[in-house]
């Protein structure tokens, strides 16, 4: 009985130890596949047309389907977004311009440009419709936001370049809001004014007396050369950052190249504008879009097209971008 008693107690101690075996190569052999972690990205837009071709990436982004983690900030005006940007409090921003090369002055070359995404947005209203060509505003005032950035130099190179002085033959009298323009043309109080997309598509949807009388793309270019196009929106980049996170930033400009061009789905694009505020009502979106102009030029080509537009706002006012041209270094091409 004890011989019989030892040879189970042997038995069950190999069993076990089989058994302990078998499950430990078992778990060896189980491997787990680690999520490749994203870079994460403070990214800035602005309300209004500069914005409207991020909205995709936006929702790519809340999807959890975008190549990077971005976190989206977005501001009512040019500068609240470029101050963030110049502190180091974004990454990235889409902004005007103009503002893009002045913050690469300011900060001694901290700032880059990766891409052109908005081109003219602007449009000379009229209640009534006696202005058929630029040489109607004589002796005319016209209302406008943008004094000190891209409207105002506009505005002033294609008047001068038509023969008309600006305080001699034509009048400008800025306001400091778009939505204070929008409502005192569309109420009547104001006859001429030159707007912006999509306070254009709110203001003739208000006031059908209200016309589109000239677009400063076609004025613009017919003083400036067509191959000289009004490049009013871009997205810029902290030096710092791209040096740190070049795939990150290439893997942003692929991505935002879809997110501009899923723009010509123009219902599912405003319904995006409204959800994510960069315009108040998808309606008015809707109206707007296809004359905002969205854009994706980056690389050799953007820097060709855009150095061309830089030269006209140094001639027009060296202010405007920063009291010189940006060096070759400000152009991230890739």
């Known amino acids: 009985m004890k011989k019989?008693?030892?040879?189970?107690?042997?038995?069950?101690?190999?069993?076990?130890?089989?058994?302990?075996?078998?499950?430990?190569?078992?778990?060896?052999?189980?491997?787990?596949?680690?999520t490749p972690t994203k870079t994460q990205v403070a990214i800035g837009t602005i309300q209004g047309p500069t914005g409207i071709g991020m909205v995709n990436l936006m929702e790519a982004d809340a999807k959890g389907t975008a190549a990077n983690d971005y976190t989206f900030t977005v501001g009512s005006t040019p500068q609240e977004i470029g101050t963030k940007l110049a502190q180091g409090a974004l990454d990235m921003a889409a902004l005007p311009t103009n503002l893009a090369a002045s913050l690469y002055q300011k900060t001694s070359g901290k700032v880059k440009l990766l891409a052109v995404n908005t081109l003219g947005v602007l449009y000379i209203l009229e209640n009534g419709s006696g202005v058929q060509s630029i040489a109607d505003l004589r002796g005319k005032t016209?209302?406008?936001?943008?004094?000190?950035?891209?409207?105002?130099?506009?505005?002033?190179?294609?008047?001068?370049?038509?023969?008309?002085?600006?305080?001699?033959?034509?009048?400008?009298?800025?306001?400091?809001?778009?939505?204070?323009?929008?409502?005192?043309?569309?109420?009547?109080?104001?006859?001429?004014?030159?707007?912006?997309?999509?306070?254009?598509?709110?203001?003739?949807?208000?006031?059908?007396?209200?016309?589109?009388?000239l677009s400063m793309n076609t004025e613009w270019e017919a003083v400036a050369g067509e191959n000289n196009k009004l490049m009013m929106g871009c997205v810029a980049v902290r030096a710092e950052f791209l040096e740190k996170n070049k795939a990150a930033v290439d893997a942003f400009l692929n991505e935002y190249k879809t997110s501009a061009a899923a723009t010509a789905q123009v219902d599912a694009t405003a319904a995006l504008c409204e959800t994510y505020g960069i315009i108040p009502k998808a309606a008015i979106a809707k109206k707007a879009i296809p004359n905002c102009q969205i854009t994706f030029v980056a690389g050799a080509d953007m820097k060709a097209q855009i150095t061309a537009y830089y030269d006209v706002l140094f001639a027009a006012n060296p202010t405007s971008i920063g009291g010189k041209l940006p060096e070759n270094d400000f152009y991230y091409v890739g």
């Open 4 to 34: 019989h008693i030892a040879l189970t107690a042997v038995l069950l101690l190999l069993a076990t130890l089989l058994f302990g075996c078998a499950a430990g190569d078992g778990a060896t052999s189980t491997t787990t596949t680690a």
């Open 142 to 213: 016209i209302y406008s936001t943008g004094e000190g950035a891209n409207p105002e130099y506009i505005l002033k190179y294609v008047l001068e370049k038509n023969g008309l002085t600006v305080g001699k033959d034509v009048n400008i009298e800025f306001i400091a809001e778009n939505t204070e323009l929008a409502t005192r043309m569309a109420s009547g109080d104001i006859k001429l004014a030159m707007v912006p997309e999509p306070q254009v598509s709110s203001i003739t949807a208000q006031n059908a007396d209200v016309r589109v009388a």
